[in-house]
């Protein structure tokens, strides 16, 4: 179950980190301080910027937009309303030009020297650094769990082998090769561990699930982009064949050490 629910929150990281790139690189902000001749400003900042080769999209944003950006960590009410909020103005790029944004920020310090360019890569790159450090972690867990999971095995192996001691003993005295002993544990080891994978990934389906209904009230493109694609649910599917394989090599291994032991 740990296991399904860490790979699962490293493969929707890594969708929604690759998203965040792709989002945020066709995305600038432009902000225009507010001042006596802002709204002049605001129609020469747009009219350079439609007339800027490169740009698909210009949208002023309106001043509820920016009030509602700002409720987060002002609150509502009369606190905003008597606030000066400077323009912003939402510059989608075209994927089939460049735009040269120092030239840009050029064009529009002749219109005021105070408007600036936001292309989002400060507070992306923070973004991406976390997403890869919390991949990082869930990896980490993952190797734990398989560590667990083989030292588990190990230890239930030799207690199975111990206890058929002697049934082992005699079928090695009778000259059955060590191999068909072997696969006898490896069976057993195998179903175990296709039965729980099995379990842990319908246990970790439900809390996926139930994970997205809470999440399905909260807006923004952050959560909007915690989602798994096809490859990443294809891979969760195959969690308890390899859950599978992990115990019945480990239970191999395990009974052909114990065997070359014995006289």
Not at 54 to 77: D, H, N, S, T, Y
Not at 101 to 113: M, N
Not at 233 to 243: E, F, K, T
């Amino acid at each position: 179950f740990f296991a399904a629910l860490a790979s699962a929150a490293g493969l929707a990281l890594n969708q929604a980190t690759g998203t965040w790139r792709s989002d945020l690189a066709s995305t600038i902000t432009v902000e225009i301080p507010p001042q006596e001749n802002a709204q002049a400003r605001l129609t020469a900042v747009t009219k350079a910027l439609r007339d800027t080769p490169g740009i698909a999209r210009v949208r002023p944003l309106q001043v509820a937009e920016i009030a509602k950006l700002l409720q987060p960590w002002l609150g509502g009410g009369a606190l905003i309303d008597d606030l000066p909020l400077p323009h912003l103005i939402d510059v989608h790029l075209s994927p089939e030009q460049s735009v040269d944004l120092v030239a840009l920020a050029r064009q529009l310090a002749d219109i005021g020297p105070d408007i600036r360019i936001d292309d989002h890569q400060i507070w992306l790159g923070k973004l991406i650094r976390l997403s890869r450090s919390l991949q990082w972690m869930m990896l980490a867990c993952l190797a734990m769990i398989c560590f667990a999971t083989c030292a588990v095995v190990i230890f239930g192996t030799r207690a199975a082998f111990t206890a058929h001691l002697e049934v082992v003993s005699l079928l090695h005295v009778m000259g059955a090769q060590d191999s068909y002993i072997a696969k006898l544990f490896l069976r057993r080891a195998m179903l175990m561990g296709l039965k729980g994978g099995l379990i842990g990934l319908a246990v970790t389906a439900a809390a996926l699930y139930a994970l997205s209904r809470l999440a399905a009230d909260l807006e923004g493109p952050l959560f909007g982009n915690l989602t798994l694609t096809p490859l990443g649910l294809l891979s969760l599917a195959a969690l308890p064949l390899l859950a599978a394989l992990l115990t019945a090599m480990t239970a191999w291994r395990t009974v052909m050490r114990e065997l070359s032991r014995m006289p």
